[in-house]
């Protein structure tokens, strides 16, 4: 199919690219030498609509949100796309192209997909539309009588990285890998430490020799070919031992009922197509792919030492094949720029499984760029309308507990219920005060998107992106959510480049301080002397709305701050690795703007209350050149200053006059009105 000059079938039609065009199968893949792949077409069925009424996320922030929606696929698509592949053709490795990944964004890095222990090259098809988007993406190919040895592999996907290198113009290269493919990807970096690499890992084969493949081989080897035990084995392993496979892609609006005839109708679909296994691994491929995952094993561990790239591991917790959640952890010491992402109820072939999106893995991890450095707003990628819903679910047990109202002040200074207040064209600057824990943000990025359909970018600590800090979490992937709704270090750099694209920006002048403040401190605003950010929202002439919130203290009771922590003997080894290995802000600061220390602080839930916000009148800056003094831009931030206070006390006030502040009253309203009518509160 691959090897001869015919016209290739209809699957495997000619792409061109970079204005050079394959003109048959065989020009691609002559002497092996890396060229672009042949593209392989698939049906792709029209995205729907996106349904919802008034208040409907996806329909208020239509501008706002990534549309793409991507018809379900898994097990049975990928054997049905697999079937033409594994036909023996005598022919080498090769790269090739899905034709849906063509319509790709300008600039976009290129990402070579290594398969594991199958081989085919379809591991990706359950993401390869949305990849294709936002990636050059190239699948190897190694067909099921290919006897290549490992070595030769990572030669081969050397070759390729080495010869796109010049052309992608200082664009990393991606490194896509699952088992046998992640020991090639990672093999390639050892051997390039000098190429920009980003290798992205799904249960690596590392771990060969500590995992049930060792012994289970040497059986295989002594079992009769009429008895060969791969298809159900094979079919196990493939499912993690359940149907997570043949359920729907992720963020499907099936009722329970319909979910459970999905699963059932897919499974009975698939038994037609599992002689396909036997296609893919017979007895004697089955038996070379084992030997190739011992050497793989062996070669890429003797090397990690000279692994300098980029990398993301992506480690299942029911991987039957591997001990893959040891060995991530392994690998994370073991290579200085690793990070994990742990999937507790997922298989070994992750990528084939429901409810895992590579494309929002890569985006909560930060791993998206299209230049040597990550640039958080010119790299950033907007979030779909499920991974909008997904990060805002986070927050619902806060939204459902503490009932937020929200009121904004009109031009004219009148108070309103609603947002109404709020300027509906950037750049904006919301400017504010810092609840515990950051306990506001939830809601109030969630309510501006759905209601106004403003998307809020927040100017967040570096320690929500550093390393060391995921290390500290109970959950590596604790801070993605705030990465897809578009969180940015703080820096002059990333407020610069927001407001020159119209952003709407979150601003909280105080910080950690405010967000871990001590005891007795709650509504106290710690902001620095200097006018930080007036002078730069002038420039683009940006409003400036202040605004305050209330509420934590009817939510939590600190139990134990910072002073409390640091007089146990234990806590120095923590503090030092979160407060001196971390990175640090205001550190050159005297006072209490620069004390701030970071610490995990010791709560006592109480009967919730309600949360409470009031965003002041907008200040506008656009046309005010008497900003340019640096006297008068200090003026107007102590001016920004008082109104947050302002709003602070005007809530601290009327929240006494509330009928409906404790959730029992609350509870009741709905219980009579309905559970979806808005509670009302204190009287304007």
């Not at 070994?348 to 998206?368: M, N, Q, R």
Request: proline content about 7%.
């Amino acid at each position: 199919m691959f090897a001869t000059a015919r016209a290739p079938p209809p699957a495997l039609r000619p792409l061109r690219r970079d204005r050079r065009t394959i003109t048959s199968a065989a020009a691609a893949f002559h002497n092996r030498r890396p060229h672009p792949p042949v593209a392989v077409a698939s049906k792709s069925d029209t995205a729907p609509g996106i349904p919802g009424g008034p208040k409907d996320p996806a329909r208020s922030a239509a501008k706002v949100l990534d549309d793409t929606e991507v018809p379900p696929r898994g097990v049975r698509d990928y054997i049905e796309r697999s079937r033409e592949l594994v036909r023996p053709d005598g022919g080498p490795p090769r790269w090739f192209s899905p034709l849906e990944c063509g319509d790709r964004g300008k600039g976009s890095p290129l990402l070579l997909f290594l398969p594991g222990i199958d081989g085919v090259g379809f591991g990706l098809i359950r993401h390869q539309e949305r990849l294709g988007k936002i990636f050059d993406i190239w699948c190897l190919h190694i067909p099921v009588m290919d006897r290549t040895p490992f070595e030769g592999l990572v030669e081969y996907a050397e070759r390729t990285v080495k010869s796109e290198k010049s052309r992608l113009q200082g664009r990393p290269i991606y490194l896509v890998g699952e088992s046998i493919g992640a020991c090639i990807a990672l093999s390639v970096a050892a051997r390039n430490p000098g190429i920009d690499l980003i290798l992205i890992l799904a249960n690596p084969g590392t771990s060969f020799s500590k995992s049930q493949l060792q012994a289970f081989s040497t059986f295989l080897d002594a079992v009769p070919e009429p008895l060969h035990v791969t298809i159900p084995y094979f079919l196990r392993v493939l499912t993690g031992g359940s149907l997570r496979f043949a359920s729907a892609y992720a963020g499907s609006d099936l009722s329970f009922e319909e979910s459970i005839q999905s699963l059932s109708e897919s499974f009975m679909d698939m038994l037609p197509h599992l002689s396909f296994l036997v296609d893919i691994l017979p007895k004697e491929s089955f038996l070379w792919k084992l030997k190739l995952l011992r050497s793989a094993s062996f070669f890429v561990n003797s090397r990690l030492h000279a692994v300098r790239a980029q990398t993301l591991i992506l480690a299942s917790g029911s991987d039957e094949l591997l001990p893959s959640r040891e060995e991530a952890e392994r690998l994370s010491r073991a290579l200085p720029n690793c990070r994990i992402r742990h999937f507790k109820d997922y298989g070994h072939t992750i990528f084939l499984e429901g409810g895992i999106d590579l494309v929002t893995i890569i985006k909560g991890a930060g791993f998206y760029r299209r230049s040597r450095q990550i640039d958080y707003v010119s790299d950033y990628l907007i979030p779909t309308r499920y991974e909008f819903e997904k990060v805002i679910e986070e927050y619902r047990l806060i939204n459902f507990a503490a009932n937020p109202v929200m009121l904004s002040t009109l031009g004219n200074g009148k108070i309103v219920n609603g947002l109404a207040g709020i300027p509906a064209e950037g750049p904006v600057v919301l400017v504010g005060y810092h609840m515990l824990l950051g306990l506001e943000l939830g809601p109030l990025v969630g309510r501006l998107l759905s209601e106004r359909g403003i998307h809020l970018r927040g100017i967040a600590h570096p320690f929500m992106f550093n390393k060391t800090s995921e290390q500290l979490m109970l959950d590596s992937s604790s801070f993605d959510g705030h990465r897809i709704l578009g969180a940015v270090p703080v820096s002059a750099a990333n407020f610069y480049k927001l407001l020159s694209r119209n952003s709407f920006v979150l601003l909280y002048p105080g910080g950690a301080r405010e967000a871990l403040h001590k005891k007795g401190e709650q509504y106290k605003l710690f902001w620095p002397e200097q006018s930080e950010f007036v002078r730069m929202a002038w420039r683009f002439g940006a409003t400036i709305v202040p605004f305050g919130v209330i509420g934590e203290d009817d939510i939590f009771e600190l139990l134990y701050d910072y002073d409390d922590l640091v007089k146990l003997p234990f806590y120095d080894a923590l503090n030092k690795r979160i407060n001196e290995d971390a990175v640090r802000l205001r550190s050159d600061f005297t006072g209490e703007v620069g004390n701030q220390d970071l610490y995990p602080p010791g709560l006592i839930p109480k009967i919730p209350g309600r949360f409470y916000f009031l965003f002041g009148k907008p200040i506008a800056t656009r046309g005010r050149e008497d900003l340019r003094d640096r006297e008068k831009a200090r003026r107007l931030y102590l001016h920004v200053k008082s109104e947050v206070e302002n709003c602070l006390a005007y809530l601290k006030e009327k929240r006494e006059k509330d009928p409906y502040r404790n959730i029992l009253p609350r509870l009741l309203y709905q219980a009579t009105h309905g559970f979806t009518a808005e509670v009302p509160t204190f009287e304007l």
